[in-house]
């Protein structure tokens, strides 16, 4: 079965700090990718995700990811973090073209930025 | 508005009680899951289901049970079989087109004691 791993758990970071998270996932075939985020009291939203075509995808507030097929790895970035952006990052995959497979979650990142 | 809700937001029962935890989506999605969040173990798949009167077991299925018999509804029943059911639970559903973006509710904190 496929499984997604982040591997860093908790990361603190102060403002104007650059952000890479990482993600690396198990599975030969084609995939479809994503970053989820879960700000404080809030419904889980998608940031951003890749099905094909450039492996450099942008997403909301700033958020890119890069694909990296040969390292089966889908980190997440952004230049410059904000206060704002204290949430909680979940990257996930989906093995199927057709969409009928569910999404397999990472354990998530908490990020927690300060001043 | 479309969107996904459950109910309720907070949720406290008995230990040894069933307990079921609704969700309804008005965005005419096919696909239907559950999920449960702890701390530290990011999203686990309970159940879900791709149409009305079918569902599917997912990695962490024992002790809950599902039904599917309207397309915009999707109840957990979470049973007195499951031995660690505090958890915070969340429904998404996704429709089966090009899209595969999973959208998800707001949640349901359930504490049992």
């Known amino acids: 079965a496929q499984s997604v791993s982040q591997h860093n758990h908790h990361v603190i970071l102060s403002e104007a700090a650059s952000l890479e998270l990482g993600c690396n996932y198990s599975y030969g075939g084609t995939v479809n990718l994503f970053w989820y985020v879960q700000y404080p009291g809030q419904h889980l939203q998608l940031l951003l995700k890749?099905?094909?075509?450039?492996?450099l995808v942008k997403g909301i507030k700033g958020f890119e990811a890069e694909f990296i097929k040969s390292k089966f790895s889908f980190n997440l970035r952004k230049p410059s973090v904000q206060w704002s952006d204290t949430a909680e990052y979940f990257c996930a995959v989906s093995t199927s073209r057709s969409g009928n497979t569910p999404l397999v979650f990472g354990k998530g990142t908490r990020l927690s930025v300060i001043a | 508005d479309g969107g996904i809700t459950q109910s309720p937001k907070y949720l406290f029962r008995k230990e040894g009680q069933n307990v079921t935890l609704s969700c309804e989506q008005n965005?005419?999605?096919?696909?239907m899951y559950w999920y449960r969040q702890d701390p530290g173990q990011g999203l686990r798949l309970i159940y879900y289901?791709?149409?009305?009167?079918?569902?599917q077991k997912g990695d962490i299925a024992e002790g809950y049970s599902v039904s599917r018999e309207k397309k915009e509804s999707f109840p957990l029943t979470v049973t007195s079989a499951q031995k660690n059911p505090t958890a915070f639970y969340l429904c998404?559903?996704?429709?089966?087109?090009?899209?595969?973006?999973?959208?998800f509710g707001p949640g349901t904190r359930l504490t049992v004691t």
């Open positions: 289901s791709q149409i009305v009167n079918d569902f």
């Open positions: 965005l005419n999605h096919d696909a």
């Open positions: 890749y099905f094909s075509g450039d492996p």
């Open positions: 998404a559903s996704r429709s089966l087109g090009d899209s595969y973006e999973q959208y």
